[in-house]
T-cell receptor, first 112, second 109 residues
């Protein structure tokens, strides 16, 4: 019974395309996050939502647009994909900002 | 905002030895300090955490210490085993969590 599930697990696509990654959590948490992990393994926060409201928006190109239809879902849409977008994207959730974060299994995005 | 620095970036130890990973943080208001373990190809998973009202916490072979005055905290793994090999991340949060850059620990049998 997966707590934080994200789909797809792998995404291979051409430069310039638009793609979406979906995330759902069944933990009843109020806060959800998107992280980007590049080849150097650094976990960089991209966005944070609390009860469907955006609370963190780091310096991320506006080609990335998060959408939270309800507090259990936080989807990530990426327009005009670039080579530098290749990375593993992790979704996570927590009850609030100073509580443990539970991560999904990651989506490996590869841009050809 | 919070800035977390983590050292060393790589650490190699012999099985049975101890391993220590150190982190410093910049925001004195940070009150929550978790540690995550990420095995190859897997998601980060919480292994231990500590709050600012506690100086030390232990769970079997792992322990975390916190020095609020110096704004640093450390992860200690004793009697290391090959399955401890992974990337370890520290983090600090004052309702806005920031991660360190990670330490790749290799335990040689």
């Amino acid at each position: 019974d997966t707590a934080v599930s994200q789909t797809p697990k792998y995404l291979v696509t051409q430069m310039g395309n638009d793609k979406s990654i979906k995330c759902e959590q069944n933990l009843g948490h109020d806060t959800m996050y998107w992280y980007k992990q590049d080849s150097k393994k650094f976990l960089k926060i991209m966005f944070s939502y609390n009860n469907k409201e955006l609370i963190i928006n780091e310096t991320v190109p506006n080609r990335f647009s998060p959408k939270s239809p309800d507090k259990a879902h936080l989807n990530l849409h990426i327009n005009s994909l670039e080579l530098g977008d290749s990375a593993v994207y992790f979704c996570a959730s927590s009850q609030h900002g100073s509580q443990p974060q539970h991560f999904g299994d990651g989506t490996r995005l590869s841009i050809l | 905002g919070e800035n977390v620095e983590q050292h060393p970036s790589t650490l190699s130890v012999q099985e049975g030895d101890s391993a220590v990973i150190k982190c410093t943080y910049s925001d004195s208001a940070s009150n929550y300090f978790p540690w995550y373990k990420q095995e190859l190809g897997k998601r980060p998973q919480l292994i231990i955490d500590i709050r600012s009202n506690v100086g030390e916490k232990k769970d079997q072979r792992i322990a975390v210490t916190l020095n609020k005055t110096a704004k640093h905290f450390s992860l200690h793994i004793t009697e290391t085993q090959p399955e401890d090999s992974a990337v370890y991340f520290c983090a600090a949060s004052n309702n806005d969590m920031r991660f360190g850059a990670g330490t790749r620990l290799t335990v040689k049998p």
